[in-house]
């Protein structure tokens, strides 16, 4: 079984930063690409940031220059740091991992969520 343990959301004020982190565990013998999503209140989920293990980058054009997107392939983690956060940034963030490889075969598998709130 494959899990993924998300943390780091919080509330800030605009403008302020935040770093979310999340670890795949399990009999992972590869993982193609991890991201994040999020979903705000009455909203669709919504692509944040993806990356392949070649370290491919992929983001939505509302966090471009504000969000960055990082992995390390050895311990399964990915994180997202945000910087000049927005109001409109709040929502909840979910860690995706898309094609994970284990002895048993492959699948995606999601996070549970974290909140983050960007409020004065």
């Known amino acids: ?20 982190s999340c670890a795949a565990s399990g009999s992972i013998f590869s993982i193609n690409a991890m991201g994040w999503y999020r979903q705000a209140p009455g909203k669709e989920r919504e692509l944040v940031a993806t990356i392949t293990s070649g370290g491919s980058t992929k983001y939505a054009d509302s966090v471009k220059g504000r969000f960055t ?45 974290t909140q983050v709130t960007v409020s004065s």
């Open 1 to 20: 079984q494959v899990q993924l343990v998300e943390s780091g959301g919080g509330l800030v004020q605009p403008g302020g930063s935040l770093r979310l």
């Open 69 to 113: 997107i990082s992995r390390d392939n050895a311990k399964n983690t990915v994180s997202l740091q945000m910087n000049s956060l927005k109001p409109e940034d709040t929502a909840v963030y979910y860690c995706n991992a898309f094609r994970v490889y284990t002895g048993w075969g492959s699948g995606d598998y999601w996070g549970q969520g």
